[in-house]
């Protein structure tokens, strides 16, 4: 039996009932102590200075407070730069967890793993590793992974989307058939890969070049 001491841990988020369950979680795995809990940025803040532990679970969106998980992570390291912060969220967007490991968090785990998981994560964050969960890192590295490229026309219909235009506004602007367009949009969304409308739109939200 180890007996080094428990590692001491501030729980931070918003809805009570996760914290309760995250605090019975990770007191039946042993070796942890939940010292203090948060709701909100500021009240984390606090008990941060207040209790000083030695690692902070913390959940990336924290709603009615001033910053959000990834900017508390970012102001609880500056102040305190040997703490270890470990994220654990609903999101597995890739942008959020490559944003939580600048701002110098040790890992990202997702709500939905098994309680196993969050353990083996937080023994790796406080062995001075890291860790994500393998969803995480399924959808990172194919967020990093080189994309088709895309035709011309297909960049500009991309674009013609993004500023909201219909496939028949698109066709008249561009003097195609709306079939020819809805042909374009098809095979834009088999090169990248999206599955839906919903996400070829929202692809074209956050990619495509407006002029």
């Known amino acids: 039996m180890s007996t080094s001491p428990p590692l001491r841990i501030l729980l931070v988020d918003d809805h009570p009932l996760v914290r309760e369950g995250l605090r019975a979680r990770l007191q039946a795995g042993g070796g ?20 000083q532990p030695d690692l902070v679970l913390m959940d990336v969106g924290l709603k009615g407070s001033e910053a959000n998980g990834i900017e508390l992570a970012a102001r609880m390291i500056e102040r305190c730069p040997e703490l270890r912060v470990l994220m654990f969220s609903m999101y597995d967007n890739p942008e959020y967890v490559q944003r939580a490991l600048q701002a110098g968090a040790r890992g990202y785990v997702l709500k939905d793993a098994a309680a196993d998981e969050l353990l083996a994560a937080i023994e790796a964050v406080r062995s001075g590793g890291t860790f994500l969960s393998p969803g995480v ?55 990248l890969e999206l599955d839906s409308p919903a996400d070829l739109m929202r692809y074209a939200l956050e990619h495509a070049r407006n002029p």
């Open 32 to 51: 942890c102590e939940v010292t203090a809990e948060a709701g909100s940025a500021e009240a984390a803040m606090q008990a941060l200075l207040r209790e």
């Open 137 to 191: 890192t399924r959808r990172l590295f194919r967020a990093q992974a080189p994309k088709p490229l895309l035709t011309p026309r297909e960049s500009e219909i991309l674009s013609a989307m993004a500023r909201g235009e219909s496939s028949k506004q698109i066709a008249r602007a561009l003097d195609l058939s709306v079939r020819t367009v809805e042909t374009h949009r098809q095979n834009i969304k088999r090169k």
